[in-house]
């Protein structure tokens, strides 16, 4: 069984490597559990691992051997943290390459695990010595958050490599976050002064969780519900959320506001077909499109919003404990395209927003790139935005807005920035 799930985990790891696809992708409701583990433990340990296998292998395998390399890091990982005795390990990785029908790897994969076990010491010592394995993350991401948090870096690639904490929001509409604790006798602890967010102190799968199919809770960072709060809704209001699957701020909102009419748009009907799940499971309404919020002209009905939420697709470098494999499948070289993605979302929507109405700007980055320099390139282009000051219970206010850091108060890190659009008669 154990040998299944390291096979299987190693064919998905292999696309990780070759970068086709996330884990997000591969990874299904169908994974077994054993499979997820290996796959998110190396992804989380990837910089380390890789580091061992260069020590250890001859040469460094061939791209169609991905797969016997992910599975020398499934077995590496399994030595380092497992409490299976080491001989059932290497068995178990070794019988995994038959399940690849690789049997020729048999001995190189035994040859190599026992080497590790004969030095095992000595190897994650001399690895202290590599900052990427040390640190497990890359040099251009170490580099860019020592720079731009010179006292919190070591604690937030630490955070970062954390099992990430299962929180939960509560549906206030159709129940109380103290009557759920109560009928339910659930252990958990509150965030701060986040009133629907709760982190479980026993982590369980989604259709374990009470109430969830009822649609009294939903899982959802207590970071990503700040933003929601941020926004104010008030009755009646339209809000466009632009980037809005799977939905999790779209229904906050709701849960904030029943009465609130809100325009939720995201790139394919896969991405949308999860908001209408989530909305119907917890019981709303809204409009929901699938479309590039970009190409306003296909989609927008020249009724301008109230207030907007632009979650923004970004480098996800704030969530790096719920998503590892951003380790391997983000370079440096993606940043300057996402902001430039940042920006053409911001200058297209921004006409779609009413005098006097706000539009939040929100990712789950702590680049400052694709947070504050975004808002200052765009209120420098833009004489009707104006940056309005806005705080929560944790994180810092930054030039242009709020930043949390990965771990600040157990959430992920995430960056929001309000902009009040002015009438034209009072802009500068
Ligand atoms: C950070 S996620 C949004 C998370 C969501 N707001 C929530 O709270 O559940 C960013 C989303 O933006 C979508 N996206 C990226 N570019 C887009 C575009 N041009 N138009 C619409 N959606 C876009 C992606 O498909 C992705 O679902």
Not at 83 to 99: G, L, Q
Not at 121 to 132: G, P, R, S, V
Not at 235 to 246: G, N, S, V, W
Not at 385 to 395: C, D, N, R, W, Y
């Amino acid at each position: 069984m154990k040998q299944n799930s390291k096979a299987i985990a190693a064919n998905i790891l292999k696309k990780i490597l070759q970068h086709e696809g996330s884990l997000a992708t591969h990874i299904t409701t169908d994974t077994p559990p054993q499979t997820k583990y290996y796959c998110y433990q190396v992804c989380r340990n990837f910089f380390l691992l890789a580091h061992l296998c260069k020590q250890l292998l001859p040469k460094q395998p061939r791209q169609k051997d991905n797969d016997i390399y992910a599975l020398l890091m499934i077995g590496l990982q399994a030595l380092i943290d497992s409490e299976d005795p080491d001989y059932a390990i290497v068995s178990e990785t070794v019988n995994a390459c038959h399940t690849l029908q690789k049997t020729w790897a048999k001995a190189l994969v035994n040859k190599v695990l026992r080497q590790f076990i004969n030095h095992k010491e000595t190897y994650l010592a001399n690895a202290q010595k590599n900052i990427e394995a040390k640190f497990n993350h890359p040099a251009w991401y170490i580099d860019a958050v020592k720079t731009l948090y010179p006292q919190q870096w070591q604690q937030i690639l630490s955070s970062n490599n954390q099992k990430p904490p299962l929180t939960l929001r509560i549906n206030n509409q159709k129940i109380t976050t103290k009557k759920y604790l109560e009928q339910y006798g659930i252990n958990a602890q509150p965030i701060a002064d986040l009133t629907s967010a709760i982190i479980l102190n026993n982590p369980c799968s989604a259709e374990k969780i009470p109430g969830f199919a009822e649609g009294q809770c939903s899982i959802q960072d207590g970071s990503a519900q700040c933003a929601a709060t941020l926004l104010f809704p008030q009755d009646a209001e339209t809000i466009l959320d632009a980037c809005a699957a799977p939905g999790g701020k779209t229904c906050h909102l709701l849960e904030m506001c029943p009465t609130l009419k809100i325009t939720a748009i995201d790139l394919t009907t896969q991405r949308t077909e999860k908001i209408d799940n989530n909305l119907q499971r917890l019981g709303f309404n809204a409009k929901v499109l699938n479309a590039n919020a970009n190409e306003v002209d296909s989609w927008w009905d020249k009724k301008v919003f109230d207030k907007i939420l632009l979650d923004a697709p970004c480098s996800a470098t704030g969530i790096i404990r719920r998503q590892p494999d951003i380790k391997l499948l983000k370079q440096q070289t993606d940043i300057d395209n996402l902001c430039q993605q940042q920006q053409n979302l911001l200058n297209n929507l921004w006409p779609l927003l009413k005098p006097g109405g706000t539009l939040l700007y929100v990712t789950c980055s702590i680049l400052k790139q694709e947070n504050d320099e975004v808002i200052k390139q765009f209120v420098n282009q833009h004489s009707q935005a104006k940056v309005q000051s806005i705080s929560l219970p944790f994180g810092n206010k930054t030039d242009y807005g709020w930043q949390i850091l990965p771990g600040d108060k157990h959430c992920d890190g995430f960056y929001y920035s309000s902009l009040k659009k002015l009438p034209v008669s009072s802009s500068p």
